[in-house]
């Protein structure tokens, strides 16, 4: 069964940036969709981005212009870059791979915090 591990989470000011990662332990191309979610305290989790076989993206309204998803096969490897990150943006962040959004792995997730 595949697992997938997040790395590259850290403490950054509002402006920065990270890069965060997502390694799997078999083909990321198995699966048709892989995604980034994001948990802030006291909230639900919601969608960020996902990556299907053909390359095609999606964010979402919050993160568009700013966040960019993607993946490099040969590393089984999916990533999410992260630009002019505002204090909102602070939350857990979790890499998520399966036939769909509904029926998928999770990674244990890494925090992202961004200060004022």
């Known amino acids: 069964q595949v697992q997938l591990v997040e790395s590259g989470g850290g403490l950054v000011q509002a402006g920065g940036s990270l890069r965060l990662s997502c390694a799997a332990s078999g083909s990321i191309f198995s699966f048709p969709y892989m995604g980034w979610h994001r948990q802030a305290p006291g909230k639900s989790r919601e969608l960020v981005a996902i990556?299907?076989?053909?390359?095609?993206?999606n964010y979402a309204d919050s993160v568009k212009g700013r966040f960019t998803i993607s993946r490099d096969n040969a590393k089984n490897t999916v990533y999410l870059q992260m630009s002019s990150l505002k204090p909102e943006d602070t939350g857990v962040y979790y890499c998520?791979?399966?036939?769909?959004?509904?029926?998928?792995?999770w990674g244990q997730g890494t925090q992202v915090t961004v200060s004022s």
């Open positions: 990556i299907v076989r053909s390359g095609s993206t």
């Open positions: 998520n791979a399966g036939p769909s959004a509904a029926q998928s792995t």
